[in-house]
């Protein structure tokens, strides 16, 4: 019996990191800043657009000025193209996705589906079959739902490769769920043509199972301290998007994890994003504050 409650608790974490997602909650911008065209020959500057190339460069040469295109730069001073954030975060889950296709461990036998078209299937089960993030206290019916959640919704191949990827690649944990997240917060500025990325519904019955039922509650304490904070941040940060949105349809208060959480944190010092989480932290419980002081 206790090691089936050991492999249901594995079960419930890797799913997080797929709804969550991995690699935090901030999105990072990368800005460049283009220099000056230098000042060319004002004779030089109007013949350029209207002569051959080979009558360009022996002026060029002759006035010793560096080349230049249209735009009066020179390629050492074009500022280098911006990367489109959408494209990196795809590859960036895809990259997964063939990482975890060359593992042995996820090699099924004579299936031809890789890894990304399975889980592509199990959230779209999760997403037909959401669990309740509320209410246990009122309905044991809903308790019991909640407990065998996952065992009712995914067959045993799916709770296998799960258990599976949770204790082979359970160090890289932190990289794969803010990959995952970003790739979440993305979700109104890039496309998702293929359809499979978790609506902020589905993410908030999930976060809200895991951080405010009893169910959800035990698995996560049941589990590494690391794997439990982790977890535990990015569902505070789902419901917060859930509750500024209006759309914290269970009245799910997370005012009462957030310091807790933070204390914790601070002890966790080998944590990437160590200072990212507090100061989200921080960010949300000011926030909080303001709105109780409003009201």
Not at 36 to 41: G, M, Q, S, T, V
Not at 163 to 175: G, S, W
Request: net charge positive; charged share 25%; aromatic share 10%.
């Amino acid at each position: 019996m206790r090691k089936k409650q050991k492999s249901r608790a594995w079960l419930w974490i890797l799913l997080v990191l797929v709804l969550m997602g991995v690699i935090g909650y901030f999105i990072i911008s990368e800005k460049t800043t283009g220099s000056e065209a230098p000042l060319i020959n004002e004779k030089l500057a109007s013949f350029e657009t209207n002569i051959p190339e080979e009558i360009s460069q022996s002026i060029r040469e002759e006035k010793n000025v560096p080349p230049t295109d249209l735009t009066g730069e020179t390629p050492a001073q074009k500022s280098p193209p911006k990367e489109d954030p959408c494209a990196q975060v795809r590859e960036n889950i895809m990259g997964f996705f063939r990482y975890l296709d060359q593992k042995e461990y996820v090699q099924n036998p004579g299936s031809k589906t890789d890894t990304y078209t399975r889980f592509k299937i199990i959230l779209n089960r999760l997403a037909a079959r959401p669990p309740v993030p509320a209410g246990e206290g009122t309905s044991p019916e809903i308790l019991i739902q909640n407990i065998y959640h996952f065992y009712r919704i995914l067959d045993r191949k799916d709770l296998g490769l799960i258990r599976q990827i949770i204790n082979k690649d359970k160090e890289t944990l932190e990289i794969n769920l803010e990959m995952f997240f970003r790739w979440f917060d993305l979700r109104n500025q890039c496309p998702d043509p293929d359809g499979w990325r978790p609506s902020l519904e589905m993410l908030y019955k999930y976060a809200g199972f895991l951080i405010n039922t009893t169910g959800g509650r035990a698995c996560l304490f049941r589990r590494p301290s690391d794997i439990r904070l982790l977890i535990s941040y990015y569902c505070v940060l789902i419901i917060n998007e859930a509750d500024k949105k209006g759309r914290n349809s269970d009245g799910i208060d997370i005012v009462p994890f957030i310091e807790p959480l933070r204390k914790e944190i601070l002890l966790h010092s080998h944590f990437h994003f160590q200072s990212e989480y507090i100061n989200k932290l921080d960010t949300l419980k000011m926030y909080y504050q303001s709105r109780r002081t409003s009201s």
